[in-house]
């Protein structure tokens, strides 16, 4: 499954709902791949982080350093690609 912002915009009860169904989804087996941009949904709920380089690089630097002390297997890939149009 993948998603991009699953919790976006949705008030904290729904984001919530959302986040847990989606626990229970990757407990049940199935792969779940999705796009966080709030550090603490990250640090709640992500078992592995990918950072795509960008240009905010203290923003990845923290983060970083949150997941490395939550215990979470980070990476910041290297060569951000763009898809071919389609």
Do not use: N, Q
């Not at 941009?37 to 078992?47: E, G, I, N, S």
């Not at 240009?55 to 350093?65: F, G, H, I, T, V």
């Amino acid at each position: 499954m993948l998603l991009d912002g699953p919790a976006a915009e949705l008030d904290p009860a729904a984001a919530l709902a959302i986040m847990r169904l989606l626990c229970r989804t990757a407990d049940a087996g199935k792969t779940v791949v999705m796009v966080l941009h709030a550090r603490d949904m990250v640090l709640a709920y992500a078992d592995r982080v990918s950072v795509l380089r960008g240009e905010d690089r203290p923003a990845r630097d923290a983060l970083a350093a949150a997941a490395a002390a939550c215990g979470l297997r980070y990476g910041v890939d290297p060569t951000p690609r763009l898809l071919p149009s389609v």
